[in-house]
């Protein structure tokens, strides 16, 4: 019997902000981690009743505050729109919680880093839901790209396509930039490829050259600033390597195509977030589908991997692996790969390094 | 905002009975169902510690006897091998509790129709995982065969392949007749194909003429009876369609492999459960990937879609949201497509018609 | 350089009985392998003299006699509906031609023996145009199964599922079973699903029980003998394998969608008409996808393999390079795999079985 | 019946330079058209004899000048490395005569405009092998593009990975740049990708930047300039769509593996060339696989689809087709989407942009 990730070292205290599909996302990986769930807050006090009742929450708070001022609550879950994230986060952190804030961690680097310090100097876990990590065969080819099975990394190709704006009257908070903030395809989703890509290549974005475009100008009320619903983006990597960056949610078909492909100087791998229980490992002479089977697995790979070979698993199930990590940490436990805050800042860099380069026509490097 | 199928009516207490693979599985889903996981009971009182400890269990029983005469207990989850099922489900039942049993529901259809009549004359829900039934897509198809869009059914063919018995050393209880029952592999996995495919298509298999095969005589210490690594049988159903099926323990390279692609006069249609997301509809001008996507489903599969399009659902997914059905219906709803005690005794019944066939070398007859 | 399968040793010259599809099929072969095409006939003048200058033959012969009485002519290709094949097939094997006859052979396995034992007496090449053995990537499953690879035999699925009968009007002169004969799908498709099934195989299907339907009929005028749309079979190889196989020329969406999958003790191998250029080879540690690269190609796979891996090779390249090998055979050579009369004669056996067993609903042995 | 492509208005004589695989493809192309083989030239008179036996030419000139001298030729195929085909093209126009050329068509823009300017002068057919147009679902998806089935478009997705350079001894004359010219991987395929990219879209790429990477400095004797490996690159199209493009021949496991996926505001299509015969559309409310089925395509498609659905077609087949059509042309016809000198400029138009933008560091515009 293997020792299954989703069981605690003790029971968490969860409380939550935020009451939308995020917050039941990140509920039922609570809940499956065997937290407590004991508080939420909301936009206002009508919709945390409400969100409470929902989700199942044991108790309703009113209030921020009045949920920060809770001392039974380890942990304060963020699930509220890109632009509140900071505030949110610096007054969680600073009741001394620690902290799972949905990403964009902060919608500029600057204060997505004055939260990195803040987490640090207090000690406190700050983890954001980089939950692709979690997938089990992306922690196979992130293993094996280390144990040098691929070779020197020569090139990449990463695409994350969707299309649920793809329809002018297509509408979101994520589209308005008052709330969304000045990304929000790069933002939004290509932060989880930016993420993905490092985390399993192992290599950073040196330097970019991007083009972005505004498909629809207006979409709905949000008309003063329109943000970006594609991006094109050509990287080098710190080793050398280069490759392709596509990002999109106006791609008719795609629903939530997020995929990377590596070729080093021995092999490549592919990953594809839409069926993410195998890897295509390509060589020379053969090429190997690996289906995820526990037994077969790197460690680290198997660890996460909760049913057998051939039964599926999906996004809830790595996000509750994630969430799981996340109070494995709170517990004083180390696990590998957790996506912290510093994670989170380095997704808001590549954004910026994105939208200033597609702005001044010419590469950019990415801080490092 | 969708509502959860997660979300139950009441709070259930759920006692388990089985600390193996399986008993995790429900325990999962009873815990994502919200009910509250009051006792436990297993071959021993050491090992049903343990189990209440690894799985979260809130008490421990010691015997079975003690759980069934908790009165807090609503439903009892039976994850025992085969042979027990029958006379746990009964003591069960008799106890006043509902049940949840494991396939197959017995090891002979007389076991089977017993517990199916014992359930109906208490008005207890008596529900078998059969939970391939509940990947949203598999209702999909359902949906799309029951109004008409295959017009009149003409051919099935359905396999279910693994290969975790595909060497001569793999073993498991369910190698040992005298746990596992008379049938294997059709029992343990055709069971599931066979349920699947009526379910879907809505038809009965009306006659079949079967072949099995047995390749590793002896397994381990299981030397008396030999049970059946491989069936191969052809089907008629009710309406006149005929097709084939093939189950496996021992096809190397697939791992869970249960595939359905029924067509009918107007088009086919193809599920595969490795790939449970995505619905292949074929037609003659064109053919269909329809991706899993909520707000384009019938109802029945809306309502199982507990993420968005592109974030794939998987096997703990689908087994939630039976548990969360059976305890809907214990709680007096009636959700759509429960398989209750009837489908376990239909599925020995095949599996029993299956084993005389291939017996007597002649077409047999289904009972109904 | 690779040599290549189409370079004759000598050229041919090629008479051409019918004027249909696939007599321009075979046109385009015996171009390719550099034969003159010197003569035609078709059931016609008119008809023979339009088939020359549409398909590019040097001369028009005005009937079938004269076309036989032609010196120069080494082979004859003999392209008409089936119950027409075997007094043509005859008149040309006494007229001292080899022959490349169409399948099926002969509508009766009487009149298939009867031509095998003729081409052997004359010692001729009379070959059938089972040319799904002739791509490279059946070759190399082929290969891989006799060198050992995949261990002894224990499954086999195979399908071939078109859709052109599937609506209620569509006709073809093979529904009308005076041209057709007394099967129809499996004589016109089962036959190429067996031939491959047991050429890649090595082994022989030694009993079936099948079960067949015909679902509209009436189709058009053909209206006294309605021969099969649908059959499903369960066939029992000469080692014990076991499997099923379902032929349909009425699945909606289905093309033709010929595929076959094996599996023995050590591996599963998949080989897909319709992807012709890759092979799947299952393993219970990790699974292969195999492309056809002529480097890494078993030798007999990598001579039919006429460009780069990656460039895909398809029905027209296998049927060319069966016509080479016919041509080669004619020449002299014994080039490996060329199926003969004795594989047509084959293949009209096991249609018998099929039918035999569909209407006394009873296992039925094939003869050898 | 359909009318076949190949099926020429009269009979061509075509010449030919070079003797090497490729011209191995030309010849097979040129007798599936019907054409009289009567002439070679190559490096050297013994490479022609030999040329000439091995491809079954009639004739075997001793040399260029003799062969252009030939009354009888109507076409030369220019079939030699990439650096001689200016000066080969140029003399066959000059002598009068059509010239099918290899891509890249010259190793500068300067050259290619010349040629494509004296074919032009001189009233010749003069075209060059993008033959992955000739694909009839890359037709079919142009034809839906031009018909406004995908809407503006928005963002495209092209790559092509091989690895055939993929070891450091990988070796051959295209990485010497005295022969292979100045780009060595963009030139050679990255130009058959800004080929069908640019034909199936109807845009142009109208600036791009670009990254380029050498991976072996010295590939065995060519050690003066290395020529790249690999190239990304972010284009924007002459409508303001944006996308990345990705070529590789140092890319382990990916043989020939050219996609474009082009989406738009209606619908997104993807063509594979590993797998011609189907087409992805995708829209957002249901996506489809489209079969290459003459009957169901558009005319333009349905014309180079020379075998039923379902029965793949390949690389040779859209060779042959590409030179049917070129004689066609030569014939006096008009058909539809040959590719021309002018098509072979562009492609160096694009390969000088992309060198240039590597070397610089910016954005560069691409000449018209």
């Not at 510093?342 to 950019?364: P, Q």
């Amino acid at each position: 019997m293997t020792t299954d990730v989703t069981a605690p070292a003790r029971t968490m205290r969860a409380g939550f902000v935020g009451g939308g599909f995020m917050a039941t996302v990140h509920s039922r990986a609570a809940r499956a981690a065997r937290a407590e769930l004991v508080g939420g807050a909301s936009s206002s006090a009508d919709r945390a009743r409400d969100a409470a009742q929902r989700l199942g929450f044991a108790t309703a708070h009113a209030s921020l505050d009045e949920l920060l001022a809770d001392p039974d609550i380890d942990v304060v879950h963020v699930c509220t729109p890109n632009a509140t994230h900071a505030a949110i986060a610096r007054a969680a952190l600073e009741a001394g919680k620690h902290v799972i804030c949905e990403k964009p961690l902060a919608t500029t680097a600057t204060d997505a880093a004055a939260l990195a310090a803040l987490a640090a100097e207090r000690g406190l876990v700050a983890a954001v839901p980089f939950v692709y990590r979690f997938h089990p065969m992306a922690r196979e080819a992130r293993a094996r790209i280390a144990r040098g099975e691929t070779g020197r990394l020569l090139s990449v190709q990463g695409s994350y396509l969707q299309d649920w704006l793809a329809a002018p009257h297509d509408d979101d908070w994520r589209v308005d930039a008052a709330l969304g903030g000045p990304s929000r395809a790069f933002a939004d989703i290509g932060s989880h490829l930016v993420d993905l890509l490092e985390f399993v290549s192992g290599e950073r974005i040196r330097r970019l050259s991007a083009s972005t475009r505004t498909v629809y100008e207006a979409r709905a009320t949000h008309d003063d600033i329109a943000t970006e619903d594609l991006v094109a983006v050509v990287v080098e990597l710190a080793s050398g390597a280069v490759g392709t960056l596509l990002v999109s949610q106006v791609a008719p078909g795609r629903k939530n195509a997020l995929s990377i492909e590596l070729s080093g100087t021995e092999a490549s791998v592919r990953f594809e977030q839409e069926r993410p229980d195998s890897l295509w490992l390509g060589r020379t002479d053969a090429s190997s589908i690996i289906e995820r089977d526990p037994a077969r697995l790197a460690p680290d790979a198997a660890r996460l991997s909760l049913v057998p070979a051939g039964h599926p698993m999906g996004y809830q199930d790595a996000f509750n692996a994630f969430v799981a990590d996340a109070y494995a940490a709170i517990g004083g436990q180390t696990p590998e790969g957790l996506p912290q805050f510093d994670d989170g800042l380095r997704a808001v860099r590549v954004t910026e390094a994105v939208l200033a380069s597609a702005a001044s026509g010419s590469w950019v490097e990415v801080a490092a």
